[in-house]
C-alpha cells in the first residue's frame, strides 16, 4: 500500500467512537461520510464550528490561513475539522451533536458540466451531470473542486434531487478565483470532483408551519430548491410559502419566473421582491428583505418555519430582526455563506 492510499483511524476522546480518514480527505468531512454527527457549518475553514482539539497524533491544515483559525487556537492544539489532513493515528476531543447527523452521508462524485445560463447580469445557473448518485435535501449544498482553485468552493443545489443531476445558481465575485474559473475557463463537457451534501438549512418536511424562505443575492439557490420540493411535498400539502428575494437594484430581483413554474403560485406560494437602491422605474417594495419580512408578517414570524441564504450583511439582518421579534431558534434555519 502506498501512503497516498492509508488510511488512518481518528478515535473521539473518552469514547469508543473511531473512524478513517483516507488521503485527500479531512477530518470533518471523513467523520460525516461514516455518519458520526460532528458539528460544522461552512465547510470552507471561515465559521469555526468544525473546531476540535487534537489529544494524540499530528495533522496538518492545508489552509493554514484560514480565517476560522486563530493563533490561540493554535496555541491550544485545536483545529479546523475541515482543514485538517491527520498524518498518522489522532486522538481528538470533539462533542459530537445529533442534529449534525447526515441525512444523505457525503460522497465525493464525478460531475460533467453540461450546460449553463444567465439567471442575471451576474448570476447564472450551471448543470452537471453525475457519474454516481448523490441524494441531498432541498437547501443542503456541495463542494466543487476547481482546477487551479485553492481549496473547494461551497454551491447550494438549485435543483431537487433527481437522476444524477446537480443545478447551481453562481454569482460571479469580482476577482473570485473560484468564480473566475467557472465563468470563464470551465468548458461544457470538462469534469470536476464534487463532494456532499452538507448544510443544516434543509427542508422540514414533518413541520406543518407556513414556510418563509429568505434570499439575497446569490443565496437564490438553496431557497428555489426548497419551494420546488415544498410545493410539489404530499406532506406540506396546504403549507403556504412565502418567497422574498432582496436585491439591490431591480436589475438584481430574480426567482419569480421559477416559482411561477410552481403548482400553487398566487395561491399557496407566493412572491415578492425588495431593492434596497430603488430606481425610479420599480414599482415594487424598496428596502431590504429583512424589512420586508418584518413588515409583511411582523410577530406572526412566530408562526412561521423560516430558511434563509445570501450574504453575510443580510444574514446578520435577518437573524437581529428574528431575535428581537422573539422567533424561536428552533425554527430558523440557515447556513451562513462566506
Ligand atoms: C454554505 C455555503 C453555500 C454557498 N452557496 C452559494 C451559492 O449557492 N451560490 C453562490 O454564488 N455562492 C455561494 N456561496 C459562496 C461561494 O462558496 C464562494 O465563496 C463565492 O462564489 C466566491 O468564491 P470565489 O472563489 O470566486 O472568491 P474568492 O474570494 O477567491 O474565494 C472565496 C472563498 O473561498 C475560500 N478560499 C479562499 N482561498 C482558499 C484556500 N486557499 N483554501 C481553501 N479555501 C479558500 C474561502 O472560503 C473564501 O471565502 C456559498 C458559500 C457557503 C459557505
Ligand atoms: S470552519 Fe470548518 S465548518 Fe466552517
Known amino acids: 500500500m502506498s501512503m497516498d492510499?492509508?488510511?488512518?483511524?481518528?478515535?473521539?476522546?473518552?469514547?469508543?467512537?473511531?473512524?478513517?480518514?483516507?488521503?485527500?480527505?479531512?477530518?470533518?468531512?471523513?467523520?460525516?461520510?461514516?455518519?458520526i454527527a460532528f458539528p460544522y457549518e461552512c465547510n470552507v475553514g471561515a465559521c469555526g464550528n468544525c473546531k476540535f482539539e487534537l489529544v494524540d497524533g499530528e495533522v496538518e491544515m492545508v489552509w493554514p490561513d484560514a480565517p476560522g483559525w486563530t493563533e490561540r487556537d493554535r496555541e491550544r492544539r485545536?483545529?479546523?475539522?475541515?482543514?485538517?489532513v491527520p498524518r498518522g493515528d489522532c486522538t481528538i476531543k470533539m462533542r459530537p451533536a445529533a442534529h449534525y447527523a447526515p441525512v444523505h452521508?457525503?460522497?465525493?462524485?464525478?460531475?460533467?458540466?453540461?450546460?449553463?445560463?444567465a439567471i442575471t447580469h451576474d448570476i447564472e445557473e450551471f448543470h452537471f451531470q453525475l457519474d454516481a448518485d448523490m441524494p441531498f435535501e432541498p437547501g443542503q449544498y456541495a463542494l466543487l473542486k476547481l482546477p487551479g482553485v485553492n481549496g473547494q468552493r461551497a454551491y447550494s443545489m438549485s435543483n431537487?434531487?433527481?437522476?444524477?443531476?446537480?443545478?447551481?445558481?453562481?454569482?460571479?465575485?469580482?476577482?473570485?478565483?473560484?468564480?473566475?474559473?467557472?465563468?470563464?475557463?470551465?468548458?461544457?463537457?470538462?469534469s470536476i470532483e464534487v463532494d456532499g451534501p452538507y448544510g443544516m438549512a434543509y427542508l422540514r418536511r414533518d413541520v406543518k408551519r407556513d414556510i418563509l424562505c429568505l434570499a439575497g443575492g446569490s443565496g437564490l439557490a438553496p431557497m428555489i430548491s426548497i419551494a420546488r420540493s415544498a410545493s410539489t411535498e404530499p406532506e406540506l400539502a396546504g403549507v403556504k410559502l412565502h418567497f422574498l428575494y432582496g436585491g439591490r437594484t431591480p436589475a438584481d430581483v430574480?426567482?419569480?419566473?421559477?416559482?411561477?413554474?410552481?403548482?400553487?403560485?398566487?395561491?399557496?406560494?407566493?412572491?415578492?421582491?425588495?431593492?434596497?437602491?430603488?430606481?425610479?422605474?420599480?414599482?415594487?417594495?424598496?428596502?431590504?428583505v429583512h424589512e420586508l419580512a418584518e413588515s409583511m408578517f411582523?410577530?406572526?414570524l412566530r408562526d412561521m418555519e423560516i430558511y434563509f441564504a445570501g450574504p453575510p450583511a443580510m444574514g446578520?439582518?435577518?437573524?437581529?430582526?428574528?431575535?428581537?421579534?422573539?422567533?424561536?431558534?428552533?425554527?430558523?434555519?440557515?447556513?451562513?455563506f462566506y
Not at 11 to 21: R, V
Not at 78 to 84: A, D, I, K
Open 254 to 288: 430574480c426567482g419569480r419566473d421559477m416559482l411561477e413554474a410552481l403548482p400553487g403560485f398566487g395561491d399557496t406560494l407566493r412572491f415578492e421582491a425588495a431593492v434596497s437602491a430603488a430606481a425610479n422605474d420599480w414599482g415594487g417594495h424598496t428596502g431590504f
Open 105 to 117: 452521508r457525503p460522497r465525493r462524485v464525478l460531475a460533467t458540466l453540461t450546460g449553463r445560463r
Open 316 to 336: 446578520q439582518a435577518i437573524q437581529r430582526m428574528l431575535l428581537a421579534r422573539k422567533v424561536p431558534f428552533g425554527q430558523v434555519h440557515f447556513d451562513q
Open 298 to 300: 411582523g410577530d406572526s
Open 78 to 84: 485545536r483545529y479546523l475539522g475541515c482543514q485538517s
Open 5 to 35: 492510499s492509508q488510511v488512518h483511524r481518528i478515535t473521539l476522546a473518552g469514547s469508543d467512537q473511531s473512524f478513517g480518514c483516507g488521503s485527500g480527505d479531512v477530518i470533518l468531512r471523513s467523520a460525516l461520510r461514516e455518519g
Open 160 to 190: 431537487i434531487a433527481g437522476p444524477r443531476v446537480l443545478h447551481f445558481q453562481i454569482r460571479r465575485v469580482p476577482n473570485g478565483q473560484g468564480t473566475g474559473m467557472l465563468f470563464d475557463s470551465l468548458a461544457r463537457g470538462a
